[in-house]
């Protein structure tokens, strides 16, 4: 389960983990700065004996001195958000807002409790007589570009493929559209990321990242798939 969230398996991953370190990075250096100083605060004004009593600030320089400790960081604070705003929507823009030119087409369907992947099979259409469907079973091709179309027959699901960094809502009567690109071979978790009732934990499904010449010996084995005719 932690390679899964460790290794990168397509081709946009790395932009979504550049984009999350960035943000730890961003948020990290600013918790330990303010805990730093809250701290150093205590201990700096503890009550001491003799130490002067706490008093209200009413003098006007000193005031615009105290003030500047807020004014300063919150200004800071906004342009760490302005970078991470500007990262956030180049990672979005492209990948959900574009689609490059795809090789082939899976569709999902989930519903409760399994994951149906629709494939096209030897001519390399959709909806055909050859199509494959599997049941919990996605084969893909590795280096390949796959346009997906996802929908739910009847409640909220949510296709996560980990090592993809890949999560989409499957909402019912709908197709949400995305695509992905394998970057290395494996087999890996498919999970419904989006609590659908009582078989929401027993809902896992698997992937295969195969060589060209592995996928063409899947199509070509029936038995490997449940063969269904639209």
Same mark, same amino acid.
């Given at each position: 389960?932690?390679?899964?969230?460790?290794?990168?398996?397509?081709?946009?991953?790395? !932009?979504?983990?550049?984009?999350?370190?960035?943000?730890?990075?961003?948020?990290?250096?600013?918790?330990?700065? *303010?805990?730093?100083?809250?701290?150093?605060? =205590?201990?700096?004004?503890?009550?001491? &004996? #003799?130490? *002067?009593?706490?008093?209200?600030?009413?003098? %006007?320089?000193?005031?615009?001195?105290?003030?500047?400790?807020?004014?300063?960081? %919150?200004?800071?604070? =906004?342009?760490?958000?302005?970078?991470?705003?500007?990262?956030?929507?180049?990672?979005?823009?492209?990948?959900?807002?574009?689609?490059?030119?795809?090789?082939?087409?899976?569709?999902?369907?989930?519903?409760?409790?399994?994951? @149906?992947?629709?494939?096209?099979?030897?001519?390399?259409?959709?909806? @055909?007589?050859?199509?494959?469907?599997?049941?919990?079973?996605?084969?893909? !091709?590795? #280096?390949?570009?796959?346009?997906?179309?996802?929908?739910?027959?009847?409640?909220?699901?949510?296709?996560?493929?980990?090592?993809?960094?890949?999560?989409?809502?499957?909402? &019912?009567?709908?197709?949400?559209?995305?695509?992905? !690109?394998?970057?290395?071979?494996?087999?890996?978790?498919?999970?419904?990321?989006?609590?659908?009732?009582?078989? %929401? #934990?027993?809902? &896992?499904?698997?992937?295969?990242?195969?060589?060209?010449? *592995? %996928?063409?010996?899947?199509?070509?084995? &029936? @038995?490997?798939?449940?063969?269904?005719?639209?």
């Amino acid at each position: 389960m932690i390679e899964s969230f460790i290794l990168q398996a397509s081709s946009y991953a790395s !932009q979504i983990d550049a984009l999350i370190w960035l943000i730890v990075i961003i948020t990290g250096v600013w918790f330990f700065a *303010a805990e730093g100083i809250f701290f150093w605060l =205590l201990w700096r004004f503890r009550a001491r &004996p #003799g130490g *002067a009593p706490a008093r209200y600030i009413d003098d %006007h320089e000193e005031h615009v001195l105290k003030y500047k400790w807020i004014e300063i960081p %919150h200004r800071l604070i =906004l342009v760490c958000d302005v970078v991470l705003i500007i990262g956030a929507i180049t990672v979005w823009s492209d990948i959900k807002l574009s689609m490059p030119a795809t090789d082939e087409t899976v569709r999902i369907t989930a519903q409760q409790w399994a994951w @149906t992947f629709q494939h096209v099979g030897p001519d390399g259409q959709m909806d @055909t007589e050859d199509d494959i469907v599997s049941i919990d079973e996605m084969h893909i !091709q590795v #280096g390949k570009t796959y346009k997906f179309e996802l929908m739910a027959k009847d409640v909220l699901h949510s296709f996560s493929v980990p090592v993809f960094r890949l999560k989409q809502d499957a909402i &019912p009567g709908r197709v949400i559209t995305g695509w992905f !690109q394998p970057t290395i071979t494996g087999e890996f978790d498919v999970q419904c990321a989006e609590i659908c009732g009582i078989g %929401h #934990g027993i809902m &896992p499904a698997r992937l295969y990242v195969e060589t060209p010449e *592995a %996928h063409a010996a899947w199509l070509a084995n &029936p @038995t490997h798939y449940l063969a269904y005719k639209f």
